[in-house]
Every structure is written in C-alpha cells, then in structure tokens.
Nanobody, 128 residues
C-alpha cells in the first residue's frame, strides 16, 4: 500500500520561511517523479514545483520562481520544498504527489499528466 505523507506546514508571517517535507512508503522512491501542488479555498489546484526522479530536472510555477526550491534525497526517501519570502497569497493546503511514468516535470505541474499518488496535505498560512 502506497502512502504519501507531507509535514512542515504552519503559520508564518509574510517574508518568513518554511520547509515542507514529504515521505513515501510502499514504493521505490527513486523510481518516482515527485511534485508539490497547492490549493487555496475557492481556487483551482496549482502545480507549484515538480522534480524528476533523479532531481536533475525541475519546474517552478511563475508565482514561486526565485522564492521556492524543490529538492529530494533519494537515500532518505524524502522530498522537500524550501519556501522563502512567503506572501499571504501563498496561503493554501500543500500536497505532495508521486508518479513513476517518468515524464518531464512541467507536464505534471501544468496538469497535462496526473500523478498517481497523493498525500493528505499540510496547511500553510502566511499572515500579513
């Protein structure tokens, strides 16, 4: 049984930082492309950042480019999203997702292809 679990969300003031983490079980982590998505109330889900199985290819939404950094440690089965210079508009539920079809990261983040496995999400709230 595959499980995807996010952690690290919380309440932070504008301009602050948070690091989200994601771990998986039931799959071979370094066989899987991974991604971070977010959804705010009343808004569509947005692909924030996606990363290839090796970490060699990444994609960022324009809204987070230069502020967020995605990384993975395949030896530890961990995916990270370092979020700096946070803004109130970054407030959302953040989800981690995994897929082993090995497509370019932008195709997942753009919604062209869907990840197979999703976590339950971790809430990020940025106060002004």
């Amino acid at each position: 049984q595959v499980q995807v679990v996010e952690s690290g969300g919380g309440l932070v003031q504008a301009g602050g930082s948070l690091r989200l983490s994601c771990t998986t079980s039931g799959l071979t982590f370094d066989d899987y492309d991974m991604g971070w998505f977010r959804q705010a109330p009343g808004k569509e889900r947005e692909g924030v950042s996606c990363i290839s199985w090796s970490g060699g290819s990444t994609y960022y939404a324009d809204s987070v480019k230069g502020r967020f950094t995605v990384s993975r440690d395949n030896a530890k089965n961990m995916l990270y999203l370092q979020m700096n210079s946070l803004k109130p508009e970054d407030t959302a539920m953040y989800y981690c997702a995994a897929d082993r079809n090995l497509r370019p990261p932008y195709t997942y983040c753009s919604g062209q292809y869907e990840y197979n496995y999703w976590g339950q999400g971790t809430q990020v709230t940025v106060s002004s």
